[in-house]
């Protein structure tokens, strides 16, 4: 038997807890079978193959008190139980695994990269992506931009000894530029480049941030209309941006957007286009208007041909990281668990680290279940569409497709990669909103913690604590990307 970190047991309430251990079963046919209550899902080849999984089945659904048997087409048999985990009522699920499983699966959720080899360069293709250099020099540069100051790096002690780890330090992007989400930064910052640049281009100089923000140069930088396809927080960023050098600016919002998002987008200047479809249709049309009326994209997706203001979009985002860098450590963390849609956000903070830190952290990419794209890139080897449709409450990560640009980082260096069921996201919200002892509160949004969210499904399951490496000394980063924007917590 496996037990999890006592820690985590310890905070265990076993009055509601139907099951809480790790059962090894030996197996007849090859081997042996682990038989793990966990979030997931019994893997449908092991159904066909083993006649001894309904003898186990049938054993586990009597333990459990008579809780329902799912049946899921897509993903085989669940058996669901809920247990309370640190205060909060958590389901879980009953699912077996073949340890001589040829994929990379750790379980159904869980898959490690095999191409994230150590040690592994940072070479001229990451570069091109994610240079590092000039970064501190940028920082400066956003000084000139009203309400910029860097974000508070929290430390939670309380919550850390209860997972089991040594540390777990919080960049906390809800207080970012005073309207609370990390795309604050890609945003300004991309529009801020194109000005420049164009400034640039005409009288071959680059003139600062702050010369063109007070007006200079109007008669380049006036004629630029900015446009963006976000479900919120992104064209929150953008319409900032151009309202900041005094631009016109349209975004194209996906139907299942927030009534209060939209309303944030439209106080900041701009001029709002609702979609009937999702983020990818919103990206079509966007792209579609902005050729017919020659507006300038500022997209956090690439496509052919168009992937220069996504890297600028990414160097916006590495600013977070750099000033972590600065607040927190004589010791660079060693995981990271950061949350992806087309994976910008994912993209800068793994690639910042692994061009600075002397060892690369271990980085595992977390993600909705049904907005699993980078999951499904990872098991395929290459850029692969989502299994699901994409809709989920975690609004910034609901993307079918990962932005291409972002492969040579997150492809070749993210270690792991998870997804998290849509009911793990309430008790990451609570915890952060209401701390353990006397770690300082977060307000956080559906998406923002979605890193706590993989974290605290990873405490939950021993093998998976195990096989990331976590433990006493693990030095934790996890990233509020957004706070409660619209989505209040439910009570």
Not at 175 to 204: P, Y
Request: charged letters at 20%; one cysteine or more.
């Amino acid at each position: 038997m496996v037990d999890p970190p006592e820690a985590m047991l310890a905070s265990w309430d076993q009055k509601t807890c139907c099951i809480c251990c790790i059962w090894s079963m030996p197996c007849m046919e090859a081997g042996s079978q682990v038989l793990k209550i966990v979030s997931g899902f019994i893997d449908p080849r092991l159904e066909r193959r083993r006649s001894s999984i309904s003898f186990m089945m049938r054993s586990c659904i009597g333990l459990m008190s008579g809780r329902p048997m799912k049946a899921r087409a897509s993903s085989g048999v669940q058996v669901t139980s809920t247990f309370t985990f640190m205060g909060h009522s958590v389901l879980t699920s009953l699912a077996c695994y073949d340890p001589g499983m040829t994929t990379p699966r750790l379980a159904p959720w869980l898959a490690k990269n095999p191409r994230a080899t150590r040690p592994l360069e940072f070479g001229r293709e990451q570069q091109f992506v994610i240079n590092p250099n000039g970064i501190p020099e940028l920082c400066e540069e956003l000084k000139a931009c009203p309400a910029h100051k860097p974000t508070p790096l929290y430390e939670l002690p309380a919550l850390a000894a209860r997972l089991g780890v040594g540390e777990i330090r919080v960049k906390d992007e809800s207080q970012r530029f005073g309207f609370g989400a990390f795309k604050a930064l890609g945003g300004v910052i991309a529009v801020a480049n194109v000005l420049t640049g164009a400034v640039g281009e005409a009288h071959h100089f680059t003139p600062s941030f702050e010369s063109v923000m007070k007006g200079g140069h109007k008669e380049i930088t006036g004629r630029f209309v900015f446009t963006a396809a976000s479900s919120g927080n992104h064209g929150r960023s953008v319409a900032a941006g151009a309202k900041l050098f005094g631009n016109r600016c349209v975004i194209f919002l996906p139907k299942f957007t927030s009534a209060e998002k939209e309303t944030a987008i439209r106080a900041r200047g701009a001029e709002v286009i609702r979609v009937d479809g999702d983020y990818d249709t919103a990206v079509a049309e966007c792209r579609r208007q902005a050729e017919t009326n020659g507006w300038t994209i500022i997209s956090d997706t690439s496509w052919e041909g168009y992937d220069s203001v996504p890297r600028s979009v990414m160097r916006g985002y590495c600013v977070l990281v750099h000033e972590a860098a600065v607040q927190q450590w004589g010791a660079a963390p060693t995981h990271v668990f950061v949350q992806a849609g087309v994976g910008g956000l994912a993209a800068a903070v793994i690639g910042y680290l692994w061009a600075v830190c002397d060892e690369r952290p271990v980085s595992i990419v977390v993600e909705p279940e049904s907005a699993d794209c980078w999951f499904q890139s990872n098991l395929a080897g290459q850029p692969t569409l989502a299994s699901g449709d994409a809709d989920t409450v975690m609004g910034g990560l609901a993307c079918r497709e990962i932005s291409p640009v972002t492969w040579p980082i997150i492809g070749a260096a993210a270690d792991w990669f998870m997804t998290i069921q849509e009911d793990g996201v309430l008790p990451a919200r609570r915890l952060y909103a209401n701390p353990l002892g006397h770690d300082p509160a977060i307000l956080s949004g559906p998406s923002g913690c979605a890193g706590l969210a993989g974290l605290m499904r990873v405490c939950t399951d021993a093998a998976a604590f195990k096989a990331l490496g976590l433990g006493p000394t693990s030095r934790v980063l996890l990233i509020n990307s957004e706070g409660n924007l619209g989505e209040p917590l439910p009570s």
